[in-house]
Nanobody, 117 residues
Framework: QVQLVESGGGLVQAGGSLRLSCAASGSIFTLNVMGWYRQAPGKQRELVATITSGSITNYADSVKGRFTISRGNYRNTVYLQLNSLKPEDTAVYYC???????????WGQGTQVTVSS
C-alpha cells in the first residue's frame, strides 16, 4: 500500500513563497512520475507540475517561471517551491505518484495553501 504524505502548506501574503514536500512510504518500487495537482473551491483538480525519475518536468502555464518541482535525494520524495504567489494560487495541493506514467495512481491527502492579497 503506497502512502503519500504532504507537508509545508500554510498562509502567505501575495508575493511570498512556500515549499511543499511529499514523501511516499510503503512502496518497494520507484515511482517514475511524481507530481503536484491542486484544487480550488468550486473548481476541478488541475495539474501544477510533474517530474519523472529522469528529472523531466512538465508545468502548467499558470505556474511556469514561479514554481519549481524537484525530486529529493531519498527515493520517492518530491518538492514544490512556490515563489511569487498570487491569490489565485490558493487551493489544496495534492501530491501524486505513478509507477510508470500519468495519470497518477497514488495520492496524498492534500495540504492547504492560502495566499492573501
Amino acid at each position: 500500500q503506497v502512502q503519500l504524505v504532504e507537508s509545508g502548506g500554510g498562509l502567505v501574503q501575495a508575493g511570498g513563497s512556500l515549499r511543499l514536500s511529499c514523501a511516499a512510504s510503503g512502496s518497494i518500487f520507484t515511482l517514475n512520475v511524481m507530481g503536484w495537482y491542486r484544487q480550488a473551491p468550486g473548481k476541478q483538480r488541475e495539474l501544477v507540475a510533474t517530474i519523472t525519475s529522469g528529472s523531466i518536468t512538465n508545468y502548467a502555464d499558470s505556474v511556469k517561471g514561479r514554481f519549481t518541482i524537484s525530486r529529493g535525494n531519498y527515493r520517492n520524495t518530491v518538492y514544490l517551491q512556490l515563489n511569487s504567489l498570487k491569490p489565485e494560487d490558493t487551493a489544496v495541493y495534492y501530491c501524486g505518484g505513478s509507477r510508470y506514467r500519468t495519470p497518477l495512481d497514488y495520492w496524498g491527502q492534500g495540504t492547504q495553501v492560502t495566499v492573501s492579497s
